[in-house]
């Protein structure tokens, strides 16, 4: 396993490795499709919360970590949030889970390192959980998907408090706006204008 890295064959069946296994959904969501939602929420993210332009460099720097973030569960799988917080919490400092990630994928991990300890390790874990609360609050069903959607919109807002606690100068409102949009609860839904 030490010489197990991804590659771009890999990367490129991204689009049939599918997300939400354990929550019955109206359809699947793809790593791919994940992947292009993060990188799309946190352009915009950047573009709203950022009061002034971060430069190419940092735009760059995050839309790169986006787009790769999950890039591990193209040879791990999908492992529910629960199940990895227990893997870390049972073997602390020694989490396999974390060691792996980094064996098969050091370049996502050395991004993650990069970005710590700035906005925009915020950005793209508020952009990641965007993107799932909308996909299960969309396509979830019964019961057991309501739960888990309750779920995480709850760390969507706990994620947020965080972000405007360690960088209370950038306008964290922004985030909740375009979830209020991207939920329609505000703005203009497009789709209507075309039915």
């Not at 998907?145 to 309750?150: I, K, S």
């Not at 360690?166 to 909740?176: G, R, S």
Request: proline share 5%; with cysteine; charged share 30%.
């Amino acid at each position: 396993m030490q010489d197990l890295k991804l590659n771009m064959r890999d990367i490129a069946r991204s689009g049939h490795v599918t997300r939400w296994h354990s929550v019955r959904c109206a359809r699947n969501q793809t790593l791919a499709e994940h992947h292009y939602l993060v990188a799309m929420i946190t352009r915009e993210l950047l573009a709203r919360v950022m009061p002034e332009d971060p430069g190419p460099e940092v735009r760059l720097q995050a839309l790169e970590y986006a787009l790769l973030h999950d890039a591990p569960e193209l040879l791990m799988g999908d492992m529910p949030s629960p199940l990895k917080r227990r893997v870390a919490e049972v073997a602390g400092r020694a989490d396999p889970l974390e060691r792996i990630e980094r064996e098969i994928a050091p370049e996502v991990i050395a991004r993650k390192q990069a970005l710590r300890h700035t906005p925009l390790a915020f950005i793209v874990k508020l952009a990641d959980l965007m993107d799932a609360c909308l996909f299960i609050r969309e396509e979830g069903i019964g019961a057991h998907a309501a739960a888990v959607a309750d779920k995480s919109e709850a760390a969507l807002r706990d994620k947020l408090a965080e972000a405007r606690a360690v960088f209370p100068a950038l306008d964290w409102t922004q985030a909740e706006r375009l979830y209020a949009e991207m939920a329609g609860c505000a703005g203009t839904d497009n789709r209507l204008l075309f039915e």
